[in-house]
């Protein structure tokens, strides 16, 4: 993403003008490549809640919210829920795929002063599942055991934003339900919510509720959408015969890497899509 340009200060005042006339929305996500390293995020998190949005979230890796006077500002001015990155379970396995060591103490460490000052805070969890997440996926519902704040569980399959796999994080559909299934089994017994991305509406049975594709909308730099295009969603043998209205299909890197999956990939009839 490093080359996109950040949304101006121009676009932001209209979103804002906008909720304050007529309260189109109820939330509003602040986000980029780590939106915790502007200067300025507490003033931007005041201004939206000036502005009327109920919920404001921050989507970060966490590692700065072990500042506590920072975690305080941000909270002071309006956040009520934080977006936050876990890629494992454990530290060990976290720190080795963010490449940054102490990334998992840190993050880990802010979630903890959530948890004991901030009973009106709440954490979502996201874990984007690849080739290296994949078998830590019930972890991560583990490792937040008992956590009050944590409320729900996202789990994204990963998706390249180009034709081609070049890093191999794609995770072959053979290997992906076990461990999402056990994940999402945990955090539903733990009374929280799961919401998955992007993995095809047929592999799931009478647990498909946790299939949620449709995104808020976005506002971001237009060049964002020429990668998005990239992907090539929607790409299916059974599409034509598929009553899936959610299911994004296979992507193109993923069928150059594993083929289309036509043996396994079963078309939804209008009985059974959501
Ligand atoms: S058959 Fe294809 S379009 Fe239908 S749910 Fe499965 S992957 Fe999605």
Redesign the pocket.
Known sequence: MSQLQPTSGEQFDVVLQAQKDKRPWIGIVLTGAEVTLRHDLPEIVARARDAGFERIRVQTHGMQLQRHAYLDRLVAAGVNEFFVSVTAGNEAKHDAITKVAGSWRRMRAGLELIERHYPQVSVITNTVITSESVAELPGVVAAFQGYRSVVQHEFWNFFPMEEIDLKSLCVPLSELMLPLRAAITAAHAAGRLVEVKNV????FDDDRAVLVNKQPQLIIDDAFWIGFDRNGF?T????SV???SE????TTAYVRRFGD?ADR????SSATKL
Not at 200 to 203: A, M
Not at 247 to 250: I, Q
Not at 265 to 268: A, E, K, N, S, T
Request: some cysteine; glycine content about 4%.
């Open positions: 095809p509406e047929c592999l929607h299916c043998p059974h599409r598929c009553a899936s299911c994004l299909g296979l999956e990939l079963r078309p939804l």
